[in-house]
């Protein structure tokens, strides 16, 4: 998925794949432990009746079965401990992951309200008072849309068009939620670099597809984003370390060269097939948590 070509044709099926994978491997990591655990329960019984028989024995204060040696009833155990303790810690990252998106949007506003004003150059649009070029969009239910007084100044008319209908593309389809569960990952697995470049790569897609449904704007030529997103480029400071600095370039690149040489998006049946491939990635841990070992 990272080193193929095809989800940049089609960014919302490879979103929709990504989101499988990692529901499947969350799902699969927590089942694996679980399965080891409750592995000496009743023969012929799925994960999910091993845990309800289990959690009845405990109830009774039986506890695991009485014959089993106690290095084995001990590494029964604490795979049950480890699942349960990585269930708890996926959903407590993904819940401290939209809480904190929450209250940075709460401070942003706050901030806006304070700093903020509107322009007939962007209406609709709040202005801050910045001298670098900057265009985001802040969702919620009181969405708005914040560019910077360098970027007024930087952009042709068209190409500002071109930004604008790109961060509204971002505010209509709420990509905010779409990368909170990535982002939990990212926080859950602070050092796994298959996590981190795979948010990147859903980043950069989720960029691709806001690309996309800002051409649709009546009027507006790829050619106008892709200048848009150059002379952004181009009025980037060295703020920022030197790896971040050049792997923002190298998207920054991706996404010019796809606007300025379109390739046809996947056949119907080619996107059928990737949702097909999700839903199966899905039902694949799902189906082996109640059938029967």
Known sequence: MMRASWPRRSPAAAILLWQALGLAGGLAAV????AIGVSGQKPQSGVLTGVTSLASQLAYGRGFAAHQPVVLTGIRL???VAGFALFSALCGVLV????DAVSARRRQRELLALLAHGDPKVPGALVVDYPAAAAYCLPGIRSQI?????TLDLL????????????RAHLR????LVLIPFTSLRRAFPRSRVIAQGYRTVALLVEMMADDHALRVRGLVARELATALLRFGTAATDC????????????LTARVIRLLTPQPPLSRAAQATVILAAALTVATPLLLLVTPS
């Open 31 to 34: 089942g694996a432990f679980v």
């Open 78 to 80: 604490a795979a049950l």
């Open 96 to 99: 401290m992951a939209f809480a």
């Open 146 to 150: 914040v560019v910077s007084v360098g």
């Open 156 to 167: 042709a008319p068209a190409e500002l068009t071109a930004v604008l209908a790109h961060e």
């Open 173 to 176: 389809a709420r990509h905010d």
């Open 240 to 251: 920022a370390p030197a790896g971040a600095l050049a792997a923002a370039e190298g998207e």
